[in-house]
């Protein structure tokens, strides 16, 4: 991992530059941040001419939208200056800016309302470049955020719980699971990337009546070595069977009743498939050890198959939990603290909350009226989640705790939160969050309608590799060409995914997912591969290029190239604060298209030889912060 670049290099830099000291303010990093230099910079410059307190400027610059109209802007109202409009204001401070080293002289926008800057393009690539050279991977990432004390790093860091993905063991592991795993991995490395430490945790659906059912369906169809080859797909064919049998014994119940058959249909109640699931899950939860040997394994051996596979979209688990593994005694003792401070009530023979009576209006009718114990006791999920979110408030002693679930569970989600108020564990009710996310759809298959991940992945990997092999030439230099078009394939899917807002509904499209053409998987991994053969056809070592003279680069796509590399720091810090993958997404895509209108107007092969070194330094920053941003969203860049 490459150092922070020390406060004392960037001093001397500074000096080279004949930039006096920075002034420091909050949420500031000039030492990993360039663009926080010219924000502080900047509102020293505005302060002297304006007599603002600099503290006041600083935080209220603001990005531009694109290129042409700046690197930064200051919205002149948002300094709340009385009797004086925005325009009289620029007017009378734009002609006492003094010279700066490091920006151009201001300029107004927008009739006055702002006040435009733009960065001098020598002393930014002097700045930029190196830096990204130096801390390489590293770059953009910032581990203050993470820290519980930004003063004092030997206070340790902030300890921050993500639950996602949690398939339900022997169903079908849908769209709505995929995209938990995807966000709940870029989620994971965001928080890493900013210094908290991160528990990721796999809560499965393992528990309950149709366990009983698929020991049975085991008994009657397993196979041995079917499971051992692969649990996922072998447990769910039986599960489909056993549940066919159970459906065809209630038609059976019901013809029975209608020809007025009573003792035949009690019969086959008192001792069917539903009774002996019923009994089976009991014994289970009585702790019958055969009962629980068999469940156990069966949850294993899916466990192992599901590291397998997410494996391939670079996600991992510190702890599979699952609802087996919440107790009996903890929902028992969660339902009597209800019962005790008054929040929950009998409503004919289950028991509930009321929300209406604890939560004054329109809030308190929203949260409607959750039942969490059946009439026959038996425990729903809202007892079970908050013994569980207690359990890990025990277990973590988190600072920050995120359910990565589909929007379809906004309500589930805010009874829990409100319960957990309401029980008295107010500290833990502000820590919890719920990032939630739209549906997928259209997602078909060749055989129906059931989809597991692996089958996913396998379905875009053959269409990716089909694609690929219409270039021939290109098709001939890939080492392992069915390992490539699995990562190609992956990345499809990922981007897709990620390419519109969390919250939006999405169309699983395979045409549009695997095209090299427009923003897409295979776009930003050619982007990559095309930076690293260039590297590569440029015979140059690192060494000719880390003392590489920089001023050469004054052409404007490679000063524009710059420019959009400064950014990234910046795009890092506000996706912490979007937790938005489309945030990164958007600034690889743009940074892409600059560099690929770039490659004609700065040629490596054919240049001059210090030329070549300047614009190679430039491609291999480009490439660092391209492999940087793809690994956050979880993605494995290729390099053919």
């Known amino acids: 991992m490459a150092p922070d670049a020390p406060v004392g290099q960037l001093s001397s830099q500074l000096e080279k ?83 700066s080293p490091l920006i151009e002289k201001p300029t107004s926008a927008n009739n006055g309302a702002f006040i435009v800057f733009f960065f001098k393009p020598g002393p930014l690539t002097q700045l930029v470049v190196p830096q990204i050279q130096q801390r390489g991977a590293e770059f953009g990432k910032n581990p203050h955020p993470g820290l519980r004390d930004p003063q004092d790093p030997s206070k340790g860091k902030k300890r921050i719980v993500i639950e996602f993905s949690s398939p339900n063991i022997a169903k079908p592991f849908h769209a709505g699971h995929l995209r938990s795993t995807i966000i709940g991995g870029f989620l994971s490395h965001l928080y890493e990337s900013a210094g908290w430490e991160v528990v990721r945790i796999n809560y499965l659906g393992d528990w309950g009546k149709q366990y009983g059912l698929l020991a049975l369906g085991f008994e009657k169809y397993g196979n041995e070595a079917a499971l051992r080859d692969d649990a996922i797909n072998h447990l769910f064919q039986v599960y489909v069977k056993i549940n066919n049998d159970l459906a065809e014994e209630k038609e059976k119940i019901a013809e029975f009743e209608k020809e007025g058959k009573g003792a035949e249909a009690e019969g086959l109640k008192e001792n069917g498939l539903d009774e002996q699931a019923r009994r089976y899950f009991k014994a289970m939860n009585d702790g019958d050890d055969a009962a629980l040997a068999q469940w156990r394994r069966f949850r294993d051996l899916s466990i192992e198959r599901y590291k397998a596979t997410y494996a391939r979209l670079n996600v991992r688990f510190d702890e599979y939990s699952g609802e087996s593994q919440v107790s009996e005694a903890a929902m028992t003792n969660a339902a009597k603290v209800l019962e005790e401070k008054g929040i929950s009530e009998e409503s004919e023979g289950a028991i509930v909350i009321p929300f209406a009576k604890h939560v004054p209006g329109k809030a308190g009718k929203s949260l409607e009226k959750p039942v969490i114990r059946k009439r026959d006791g038996t425990a729903l999920y809202l007892t079970r989640d908050i013994s569980e979110l207690l359990h890990r408030v025990d277990k973590y002693d988190f600072d920050h705790l995120i359910y990565v679930v589909a929007s379809q ?39 129906g309608t059931v989809k597991f991940l692996d089958d996913i992945i396998r379905d875009v990997s053959d269409h990716m590799h089909e694609v690929m092999r219409k270039n021939e030439e290109k098709y001939k230099q890939v080492e392992n060409p069915e390992a490539v078009a699995e990562t190609l394939g992956i990345s499809s899917i990922m981007v897709q995914d990620m390419t519109g807002k969390r919250g939006n509904n999405y169309t699983f499209n395979m045409e549009a997912m695997t095209s090299f053409e427009g923003d897409t998987g295979p776009y930003l991994q050619y982007a990559h591969a095309r930076l690293c053969s260039i590297t590569r056809k440029s015979g140059l070592s690192d060494e000719d290029v880390v003392t590489a003279d920089l001023s050469l680069l004054t052409e404007k796509h490679a000063v524009d190239l710059v420019r959009v590399l400064a950014q990234y720091p910046d795009v890092f810090m506000n996706t912490l604060r979007t937790l938005e993958p489309t945030t990164v997404l958007t600034y690889l895509f743009r940074m892409t298209h600059l560099l690929s209108s770039s490659y004609d107007h700065l040629r490596i092969i054919g240049s001059e030889p210090e030329l070549m070194k300047a614009r190679l330094a430039l491609y291999n920053s480009a490439r660092t912060v391209l492999s940087s941003g793809m690994r956050l969203l979880g993605l494995t860049p290729v390099s053919r």
């Open 17 to 99: 530059l004949s930039v006096g000291q920075l002034e420091p303010f909050p949420n500031s990093y000039p030492d990993l941040n360039p663009i926080d230099i010219y924000r502080s910079h900047i509102a020293s410059l505005v302060s002297q001419v304006s007599g603002v307190d600099s503290k006041i400027i600083y935080p209220v610059m603001q990005w531009t939208s694109t290129l042409d109209n700046g690197d930064l802007t200051l919205p002149v109202a948002a300094l709340r200056i009385k009797g004086k409009k925005p325009a009289e204001l620029c007017e009378e401070w734009l002609p006492k800016f003094p010279e």
């Open 409 to 447: 569970q906004d309500l589930h989600l805010k009874q829990l939160f409100k319960i957990i108020e309401l029980m008295g564990h107010t500290e833990v009710a502000k820590k919890v969050q719920h990032i939630n996310f739209g549906m997928v759809l259209g997602m078909s298959t060749r055989k």
